[in-house]
């Protein structure tokens, strides 16, 4: 199987709270790949960030943080101190490695609702 | 740099109609691919191009979609005839190289509505 999972199907939070996105994905191979995307309300998709599946390092950008633990084979996503600009559907994607590249396999996405 | 450019933005059309979304690839990406983007479905892949040849197309829903890449910087994906249950979000990506490690770039998308 190679399923991403996205359980949170929508969350809303009050403005200033942390939150954060869960991402359980499935997989056999050794080496994948992991991503964040967000989709604004105007609808386009947003490369947020990408992750190897040998580095379990958290990353820090800003307000954003990542928790990959590979024994959970978990990717979750935190906000901190959210913001009304956050407020999008957020997608966890995983890669399979192949001999022609490069397929994608996206979770169903969490909606983020941040209230002022 | 532009980023991938899709086309029309959007569309509404009766059923039966054919209806031809296009996009652009950013240049020197060697991948491009097609999703629909529904309520119940979210993201689907449709199909996806290698160095323009068609790599799997088992995404595609039945025979009435089609989707050609005649060079590196064009792409289309045909409905004949449209059905109501086409109606959608349709992102094109691309990718620069056959690494998993790389991330897809998204166009805008064509929210298409088949009335």
């Known amino acids: 199987a190679q399923k991403v999972t996205q359980a949170q199907t929508e969350i809303s939070v009050v403005e200033k709270e942390d939150v954060t996105l869960d991402c359980v994905y499935e997989?056999?191979?050794?080496?994948?790949?992991l991503f964040w995307y967000k989709q604004p309300p105007s609808g386009e998709l947003v490369f947020l960030i990408r992750?190897?599946?040998?580095?379990?390092q958290n990353e820090i950008s800003g307000r954003y943080s990542w928790n990959f633990q590979k024994s959970t084979s978990s990717f979750n996503f935190t906000i901190t101190a959210s913001q009304v600009v956050d407020s999008a559907v957020y997608f966890c994607?995983?890669?399979?490695?192949?001999?022609?590249?490069?397929?994608?396999?996206f979770g169903t996405g969490t909606s983020l609702t941040v209230i002022p | 740099d532009a980023g991938v450019i899709q086309s029309p933005r959007h569309e509404v059309t009766e059923m039966g109609q054919e209806v031809t979304l296009r996009c652009k690839p950013i240049?020197?990406?060697?991948?491009l691919f097609w999703y629909r983007q529904t309520m119940m479905r979210g993201l689907e892949l449709l199909i996806y191009?290698?160095?323009?040849?068609?790599?799997?197309d088992s995404g595609m829903p039945e025979d009435r979609f089609s989707a050609k890449m005649p060079n590196a910087s064009f792409s289309t994906l045909k409905i004949q005839p449209s059905e109501p249950r086409d109606s959608a979000v349709y992102f094109c990506?691309?990718?620069?190289?056959?690494?998993?490690?790389?991330?897809?770039?998204f166009g805008d998308g064509t929210r298409l509505s088949i009335l």
């Open positions: 990506a691309s990718s620069p190289d056959r690494g998993s490690n790389q991330p897809q770039h």
């Open positions: 997989t056999r191979d050794t080496t994948y790949y």
């Open positions: 992750r190897n599946s040998f580095d379990e």
């Open positions: 994607a995983r890669t399979s490695p192949s001999n022609t590249g490069n397929q994608f396999y």
């Open positions: 240049s020197g990406h060697d991948y």
């Open positions: 191009f290698n160095n323009n040849v068609p790599i799997d």
